[in-house]
């Protein structure tokens, strides 16, 4: 039966939600995040209005929700408490099928995944271990040396779905400096950087001075051409200028090893470079 949450207050312990009419699915997924996270509160919910109840008083990280209820869908669920002000962190709708417009109603509602019936419990625990990397604090070193290019990286990387704790500079050496600190968990370095060698040759020597360091080369010029020729330098990525959080964590997913979504892959256009340190 669902859990009743009368009395429950936002400001409690971190919780879940598992919203969907089939009982016995819910019982599963109630069983798999409680074997993943026991100090998850975990809250059911069986129609449309619990689940915006729900999500209204206890402000869950995550939440799994169906598209179908007796009362009314999931996205209309979801739409209500969005319009409400609050978006689950960690929003991930399931569906017995996949439709010509998931990706496209998946964005709409700020989803993280579409899963599809019958359920794939490998998949769900990837997710929940990759929701919990997310969770945790990744130290990214930010290299450029346009103040504004800077600026404007920090705002993206603001609206990432990972806890990112962004350290910046503007040269190379001070970039060493912070290398030679404090381990980091990614360097994000401009390939055009003024001074020195420019960003490949800093990547070059961060990757001598740290080499389990993750490194992601920003260019504005020929990504692909510039992630095939890097891959002999021990570059793990190359992000193409404009990019988007969405493209960020893509990124994260990828040096981080975790499972990647779905619904990420279907809506960001990857450039990993194919080294042989790591796989896209």
Same mark, same amino acid.
């Given at each position: ?83 409400? /002000? ?38 769900? $625990? ?34 990432? /779905? ?20 404090? +381990? ?31 490194? $992601? ?11 095939? +020729? ?35 892959? +279907? ?14």
């Amino acid at each position: 039966m669902p859990v009743s949450h009368s009395d429950a207050r936002a400001s409690g312990p971190a919780s879940a939600l598992v919203a969907d009419r089939d009982p016995v699915l819910r019982r599963r997924l109630v069983e798999l995040i409680r074997a993943h996270d026991p100090s998850l509160q975990i809250i059911e919910a069986q129609t449309s209005r619990e689940t915006c109840e729900v999500c209204l008083v206890h402000r869950p990280v995550l939440a799994f929700v169906g598209l179908q209820f007796e009362d009314a869908s999931g996205p209309e669920a979801v739409a209500r408490f969005k319009a409400q /002000g609050f978006v689950v962190p960690c929003l991930i709708l399931i569906a017995p099928q996949i439709f010509s417009r998931w990706t496209e109603i998946s964005q709409h509602l700020d989803a993280h995944e579409f899963l599809r019936l019958p359920l794939d419990e490998a998949h769900v $625990v990837g997710l929940l271990q990759a929701h919990a990397r997310r969770r945790q604090p990744t130290r990214l070193l930010l290299v450029d040396s346009a103040p504004q290019s800077r600026t404007l990286v920090r705002r993206i990387l603001a609206t990432s /779905g990972f806890n990112l704790a962004v350290e910046e500079t503007e040269s190379g050496p001070h970039a060493l400096k912070l290398v030679r600190q404090a +381990a980091c968990d990614v360097a994000l370095i401009d390939l055009g950087l003024r001074g020195g060698g420019g960003g490949l040759e800093l990547a070059c020597q961060i990757r001598d001075l740290a080499p389990g360091t993750p490194l $992601v080369l920003m260019t504005g010029g020929d990504a692909a051409t510039l992630a095939q +020729a890097s891959r002999h330098f021990g570059i793990d990525y190359v992000l193409r200028k404009p990019f988007f959080a969405r493209d960020v964590d893509r990124v994260l997913y990828h040096v981080l090893d975790l499972r990647r979504p779905y619904l990420l892959n +279907a809506t960001t256009e990857a450039l990993p470079v194919q080294s042989t340190s790591r796989t896209a």
